[in-house]
């Protein structure tokens, strides 16, 4: 019974930690990276700044796919389309609380709306750039 009694309570506990509020986490002002690398390739790299936990600055430090740089590509129509589309992505979180907001990207369909060749906002895999700017956030300020 004790080990039962035990068990409830260690759960319970873990439960109550994990569903902590993210907009109860502070982090601290300053400028965050963050990359997001599939088979060892960096494919999206982040920086952004926060001030009292409001992004005041963001860009790409890298936007790769398939071997082409989507910063400076020129070469593909389609490329620059896409490019744009995940640049509105970044801009949707300036000025914004990083903790509420960020989860907005999951529905990257509701931020961006040009159609570009086919792909539109919602077909946008904005998943890479959360985990990006996820990385940021857990490995800390950069520079302050």
């Known amino acids: 019974m004790k080990k039962l009694i035990l068990l409830i309570l260690s759960t319970a506990l873990v439960f109550t930690v994990a569903n902590v ?8 002002n300053g400028t965050y990276r963050g990359i997001f ?15 009292n936990n409001m992004v005041t600055d963001i860009s790409f430090r890298q ?11 020129k070469r593909y129509s ?18 914004k609380d990083i903790r509420i907001s960020l989860a907005d990207l999951y529905h990257p369909g509701s ?3 040009t159609e570009i060749d086919g792909f539109t ?21 950069y520079r302050y």
Do not use: C, F, M, P
């Open 21 to 28: 509020s993210a907009a109860e986490t502070n982090y601290e």
């Open 37 to 51: 690398a599939d088979r060892g390739d960096i494919q999206v790299a982040i920086q952004l700044t926060l001030e």
């Open 63 to 73: 936007l790769y796919h398939s071997g082409i740089d989507y910063r400076t590509s």
């Open 78 to 95: 389609t490329v620059n389309g896409i490019r744009d589309q995940h640049q509105q992505l970044i801009n949707y979180l300036l000025g």
């Open 111 to 113: 931020i961006v709306t």
């Open 121 to 141: 906002g919602a077909t946008l895999r904005s998943g890479k750039i959360i985990s990006a700017i996820n990385d940021a956030l857990n490995r800390g300020v």
